[in-house]
């Protein structure tokens, strides 16, 4: 009986062990989100945006202010915060892609793979800009349909603006 009391006892530590680390992980990833939050709403203020529309993606926020036509993004990397501004009035096209990687398989066999799926801006003048939703090293696989369904109800929403406003004299 006293070995079922052990064994009992070390199954229970072990599980407490893990119930605590998983704590703490998500303690910081929630103070990290929140940091990221802060960050981001301060950026907006920063540039006088008032947001209608937001994101919250694993490592990035976007906003839209639909009357300054302007998008924040804001994405997190390597315990920084970097942030852009599109303006929607040098959008030439805004689509949604998805970028496929190859993986070799042995004998001359590539693999595809979905690597990414990112929200396309083509410049007017500029170098064109991306939003990523998906990203195979970030996301699980099980999340790339929900994803690619956000960038495209982000693509519907933009395409709309894609207009630009009519300049009174």
Same mark, same amino acid.
């Given at each position: ?63 839209? &202010? ?5 998008? /924040?993004?804001?994405? +997190? @990397? ?6 852009? *501004? ?51 090293? &970030? ?5 790339? /349909?929900?994803?690619? +369904? @956000? ?6 929403? *933009? ?11």
């Amino acid at each position: 009986m006293s070995t079922l009391l052990i064994a009992a006892i070390i199954i229970g530590s072990i599980a407490a062990i893990c119930f605590v680390l998983v704590s703490i992980h998500n303690k910081h990833k929630r103070e990290a989100m929140n940091e990221l939050l802060k960050n981001f709403h301060e950026s907006g203020t920063e540039n006088g945006l008032s947001f209608s529309s937001q994101e919250v993606l694993k490592n990035s926020i976007l906003g839209l &202010d639909g009357v300054h036509r302007k998008i /924040l993004v804001m994405t +997190q @990397k390597d315990n920084a915060h970097v942030s852009f *501004l599109i303006n929607l009035n040098e959008v030439k096209n805004c689509s949604v892609k998805k970028i496929y990687g190859s993986l070799n398989a042995g004998e001359q066999k590539q693999e595809p793979y979905l690597e990414k799926i990112v929200l396309h801006f083509d410049m007017i003048g500029k170098s064109s800009a991306e939003i990523v939703f998906y990203q195979h090293f &970030d996301n699980h696989i099980y999340e790339t /349909l929900e994803l690619e +369904q @956000k960038a495209k109800h982000w693509e519907a929403i *933009l395409s709309k603006m894609q207009t630009p406003l009519k300049k009174t004299a």
